[in-house]
């Protein structure tokens, strides 16, 4: 008796980590073997530069309307541009392997060149300018607030929430930026992830969630009930790069396919798609951006 | 390097770790007396405390720490409006205490009764035997046998509560692992040296917790 329990304990334990390492072969790991093989047949037909691998991109997983993992798909306007950008490296949408990039491990991925590149609302500032390459950018964002819609007249943009309550995710810095610069009485919440601020929000736990504009678009357009909106008084500027491997040779091209995409009207088509019903265009004066010069 | 150590200056790390030992010495002291409550239910001759105390232990030990916080923070604020300030800084930080309480409570009680098993039953037969009723034999025989018995034990979930105080950054409260987020965002040129700093942080702070229970683990422990 002991014995034979003592045996299905074992049989359970080995299938479970059967199963485990089922799940963490699947997706591919990145950049490596699982590419070389069934691509063999394809190196004739590319645009050129690629070769036949895969491209691994890095997204957000979270954010609808800019990076999302919907069951097996990936929506936004990120995945957009990432893929309209490979196809014109040479690589087909069967090609990339998407990953998830957090905020967080962003700069790690890329030195460590777990990614070919990343398209996560990754903002060019000069810290990680130092310690990787960014193509782009290809679209100008801005920090906003994404309120009720009852409160509309009564909050204009960061200096009305002086006494009232504001959400954002730990570890970004700008709900702290609101506090120091615009609205000294604000009180701040900072939790896990902006779907709890959203929650927060609809309660009136907080008044206001920050972040950039076109991330609250996607939120609010996700939340659906048309009972949140974004303010649309963005006061910073973020230019979302791609970034890339320090060193990485993709620069140019990835610059030339960016433009590409802005002449055709792609890039158009591709910020309307993913920001339709929210009521949200982006900042005509700064977008489409102007390319940066690619490092030498 | 020289450089790191400047971008180190402009954050209030001490201060971000002074929150962390706040939240572990409030929280610590607030467990310890619920876990003791708990081990006394645990031990008690009255099957309803015994359950009572059983089936606190067994659903908060296997609830994970981070629902409990985010529980804090999403249902109990808004919703059934705990509040212990109008202040949001005060507010979550208390909330976060109360967590921690809660669940490192199931710790501290199984540790103690841990410390009750080396008790020998004699100790509390005698206790009987001289006519003292159930709570006078804990209170003055078993319980402070037991505590000298469960330093070490107590000791590991106090080392845990200390890194578990991360976790509160999920309820809002600006302790040293969202301040290391704030630094990754900004600094992401020192990303590993960040990560570095606050990982000696926090060894810094817990060896010397881990020496002193092992100190007094011998130093307390009833010869028998």
């Not at chain 1, 990120?78 to 690589?91: H, I, P, S, W």
């Not at chain 1, 460590?112 to 964002?141: C, H, K, L």
């Not at chain 2, 046998?145 to 890194?163: H, T």
Request: glycine share 12%.
């Amino acid at each position: 008796m002991r014995r034979s329990r003592l045996t299905m304990v074992a049989g359970v334990l080995a299938v479970g980590a059967l199963a485990l390492a089922g799940c963490q072969a699947e997706p591919g790991g990145g950049d490596g073997d699982t590419g070389g093989e069934n691509t063999g047949g394809n190196e004739e037909t590319d645009g050129g530069d690629g070769g036949g691998e895969g491209l691994t991109i890095g997204i957000k997983y979270d954010q609808p309307g800019l990076g999302f993992k919907d069951g097996d798909t990936f929506t936004g306007f990120d995945v957009d541009v990432a893929t309209y950008v490979a196809e014109k490296l040479g690589y087909s949408a069967d090609q990339i392997t998407f990953v998830e990039a957090q905020s967080a491990n962003r700069e790690t991925m890329l030195e460590n060149e777990q990614v070919d590149m990343i398209f996560a609302t990754y903002s060019i500032t000069d810290t990680r300018d130092e310690v990787v390459d960014f193509a782009g950018p290809y679209f100008v964002a801005g920090q906003d607030l994404l309120i009720r819609s009852e409160d509309a007249g009564d909050i204009t943009g960061p200096e009305s929430l002086d006494g009232r309550n504001l959400c954002s995710v730990s570890g970004s810095t700008s709900a702290q930026r609101v506090k120091d610069e615009y609205a000294e009485g604000t009180q701040l919440v900072e939790v896990g992830g902006y779907s709890e601020c959203i929650l927060q929000l609809i309660q009136g736990t907080v008044d206001a969630v920050t972040t950039d504009d076109i991330i609250l678009a996607g939120l609010a357009a996700d939340e659906g009930s048309g009972a949140l909106q974004v303010v649309g008084a963005p006061f910073s500027e973020e230019n979302y790069g791609v970034g890339l491997p320090p060193g990485s040779p993709l620069c140019e091209d990835v610059n030339a396919a960016i433009q590409e995409m802005f002449d055709d009207g792609a890039w158009e088509a591709a910020v309307e798609a993913n920001t339709e019903g929210t009521g949200y265009t982006p900042n005509a004066d700064l977008n489409p951006p102007t390319l940066r010069e690619c490092e030498a | 390097m020289a450089d790191f150590l400047t971008v180190l200056s402009e954050y209030d790390i001490a201060g971000a770790y002074w929150v962390n030992i706040k939240l572990t010495f409030f929280a610590g002291i607030f467990a310890l007396v619920l876990g003791t409550i708990l081990a006394m239910f645990r031990i008690s001759p009255v099957p309803s405390l015994n359950f009572a105390g059983s089936t606190y232990v067994n659903i908060l030990r296997n609830t994970p720490l981070t629902i409990i916080i985010v529980f804090g923070i999403a249902v109990l604020w808004p919703v059934l409006k705990v509040e212990f300030s109008d202040v949001f800084a005060v507010n979550f930080f208390w909330l976060g205490v109360l967590g921690l309480t809660v669940y490192h409570a199931a710790f501290f009680c199984e540790a103690l009764r841990s410390g009750v098993n080396t008790v020998p039953a004699g100790q509390a037969e005698a206790a009987r035997a001289i006519g003292l009723p159930f709570l006078d034999s804990a209170r003055l025989v078993i319980l402070p046998q037991a505590f000298r018995g469960a330093i070490a034990p107590l000791g590991n979930v106090v080392i845990a509560l200390i890194k578990n105080t991360t976790v509160v950054a999920a309820g809002s409260v600006a302790e040293i692992s969202i301040l290391m987020r704030e630094m990754v965002e900004n600094e992401s040129n020192y990303v590993y040296l960040i990560f570095l700093t606050v990982a000696v942080g926090f060894v810094i702070i817990v060896v010397p917790v881990g020496l002193l229970a092992t100190y007094l683990s011998k130093r307390l422990a009833v010869s028998r």
